[in-house]
């Protein structure tokens, strides 16, 4: 990838961000012959490099979770992709489609120009004006970690992005908070190293990894997720417990109570040594139990209505009996007696437009928009969840949100 950071004085569109919304921008915009270019403030798929733990892939199989023209070398399409086959696609993508990128260069400020021509972006490596802005820096902009547990408690405390692998943690018990993707994936390794693990458990959607012969993530396919235009009402901030870790296997929290971790509600306020939880696991098991069921409802009505030859699985509809730990809840725990000596936060991300000095957003941050087309002439976003539907966040959906803007982009000129 180039490496020269110099910049042009003005470009037609300018694209912050080289991870998957970037790169699916660029493809768009150069089958249109429309002149752009692409800002990286470190270098193609940064996140996937070091923000991640090391052991990460994929959570959806290598059929899907790519672009349309392009498929993963050397890897069975039912698999699931390592972090480092995830960046070697991405930048031979980028190749592919000779993807003009400054890596390197940072976006510290961006404006309105006063005449309303276009913008004007302050970065690391100068001042460039562009017609038209694309922010594609995607949905995991800002750690949030809650102010919780103090400094004084000797507990050593980070973000999941933070998190690499069991042997970078002090000796003793670990605290995960935060059940979706994330925090059962980085509990389960923790587990499977031998640690003692403490999960902390709040509402999520948990739903089967694969059923009756097919991936999760043909199932939203064939009845239509995918295309969900908007979640259900009080849904919009569910996590999804779902992996691709071990060969992509189900999320079952009573079945990591069985292999001895102890499971708790959502984490509270933090007094005298000991942080409270709420009385809400068992809650927020059965609710994840419903979603499950319901995805195999779904599915078996489909499987009826369109005659389809695929074997039943009775057994999948089997739960394990509730541990006692959901049962018998813990709502206070002491963290020196439990010999907890790290909690890992796997509580997920806030966007971060700071940089940004154009459009509207809510209170929280997000930008208003249209399917990504924004209020002000020129300025998009793209890569966002729930951009124009449910797949909007994932591979294979930013590539059709990209398309959609590139045209855009292109009937403006």
């Not at 009573?254 to 939880?277: E, S, V």
Request: proline letters at 6%; hydrophobic letters at 40%; aromatic letters at 8%.
């Amino acid at each position: 990838m180039p490496t020269d950071k110099s910049l042009p004085n003005h470009i037609h569109t300018l694209i912050i961000g080289a991870g998957q919304a970037g790169l699916a921008m660029s493809e768009h915009l150069g089958k249109r012959s429309v002149p752009h270019l692409i800002l990286e403030r470190h270098r193609i798929a940064e996140r996937w490099r070091s923000e991640r733990w090391d052991s990460l892939v994929a959570n959806g199989p290598a059929w899907h979770d790519r672009f349309p023209g392009k498929t993963f070398a050397d890897i069975d399409p039912d698999s699931f992709a390592a972090k480092d086959k995830v960046v070697a696609y991405f930048e031979d993508f980028a190749r592919e489609i000779s993807a003009p990128i400054r890596c390197g260069v940072e976006a510290n400020a961006a404006q309105r120009k006063e005449d309303g021509s276009g913008f004007r972006v302050e970065t690391s490596a100068g001042v460039i004006e562009a017609t038209n802005l694309v922010a594609a820096t995607g949905p995991f902009q800002r750690p949030l970690m809650p102010a919780v547990v103090p400094p004084e408690a000797g507990v050593t405390q980070f973000h999941s992005n933070a998190y690499r692998n069991p042997g970078q943690l002090p000796a003793g018990a670990v605290l995960v908070v935060g059940a979706g993707s994330s925090g059962g994936q980085i509990a389960d390794e923790l587990l499977r190293a031998g640690r003692r693990v403490y999960l902390s458990i709040g509402p999520h959607d948990r739903p089967p990894r694969a059923y009756r012969g097919k991936d999760f993530c043909w199932w939203l396919g064939a009845l239509g997720l995918w295309d969900a235009t908007a979640r259900a009402p009080g849904m919009e901030h569910v996590t999804i417990s779902v992996s691709g870790a071990h060969g992509g296997q189900t999320v079952d929290f009573r079945r990591f109570a069985a292999r001895g971790m102890t499971l708790l509600g959502r984490a509270g306020a933090f007094k005298d040594g000991a942080l409270q939880f709420a009385p809400d696991l068992a809650r927020n098991i059965a609710q994840g139990d419903a979603n499950y069921l319901s995805v195999l409802d779904a599915a078996d009505a489909y499987v009826a209505e369109k005659g389809l030859d695929l074997p039943a699985e009775p057994d999948a509809r089997r739960m394990e009996p509730d541990p006692a730990c959901v049962t018998q809840p813990i709502l206070s725990l002491d963290l020196r007696e439990a010999g907890i000596t790290s909690i890992i936060w796997a509580t997920g991300f806030a966007l971060d437009f700071s940089w940004l000095n154009a459009g509207s957003y809510d209170a929280k941050g997000t930008p208003l928009h249209q399917r990504g087309v924004s209020e002000v002439p020129g300025l998009y976003f793209l890569g966002l969840s729930w951009l124009s539907r449910r797949a909007s966040a994932f591979i294979w959906g930013v590539w059709h949100d990209a398309d959609y803007l590139a045209a855009h982009i292109a009937a403006r000129r």
